[in-house]
């Protein structure tokens, strides 16, 4: 498209001739189809992006309808878990901690003089079968103590006396 502003333009009050008048209107025709082509590709495009858009919110409600259908099933197995919890009859207490055996222990009464001269009480016997039975129902585990952490050794430096 040729522009020739400078030859168009008049002063004002001035006239313009049938060719200037002419080439304005074409100029503007021509403007005003470069504006339609462009709004016509922009419309094409839109449809083009609206078509990858519905397939993306397509995905997107599938997904969420998954979700939604895997917390409602975690739900109802929570919830048929509570109700069976809840007509399971109460647990009845253990007959071992019922009959548990009285530990020995000195009244403040007996303490006198020093400890570390004291008698002591109970049967190592008796403790040491209660500790076995614990152990094989695995209601207790032993771990094995952690031994004193040794630091490293220091590193001794050596002088030398140099005389100067």
Do not use: C, F, W
């Amino acid at each position: 498209v040729r522009v020739l502003r400078a030859r168009t333009r008049r002063r004002a009050g001035e006239k313009l001739t049938q060719a200037d008048r002419n080439r304005r209107h074409r100029h503007r025709v021509l403007l005003a189809t470069q504006r339609r082509r462009k709004k016509e590709r922009r419309l094409l495009a839109s449809i083009d992006k609206a078509e990858v858009i519905s397939g993306k919110l397509d995905e997107e409600d599938e997904s969420k309808a998954a979700r939604r259908r895997v917390v409602r099933h975690l739900r109802q197995a929570r919830s048929a878990m509570e109700l069976s919890a809840a007509t399971l009859p109460a647990k009845a207490p253990d007959r071992a901690r019922l009959n548990a055996r009285a530990v020995p222990v000195t009244l403040t009464d007996e303490l006198s003089g020093n400890l570390r001269q004291m008698k002591a009480k109970g049967n190592l016997l008796v403790e040491h079968g209660d500790k076995q039975r614990v152990l094989s129902k695995g209601q207790v585990t032993l771990v094995a103590p952690e031994g004193k952490k040794k630091s490293k050794p220091r590193r001794k430096l050596k002088v030398k006396r140099q005389y100067v």
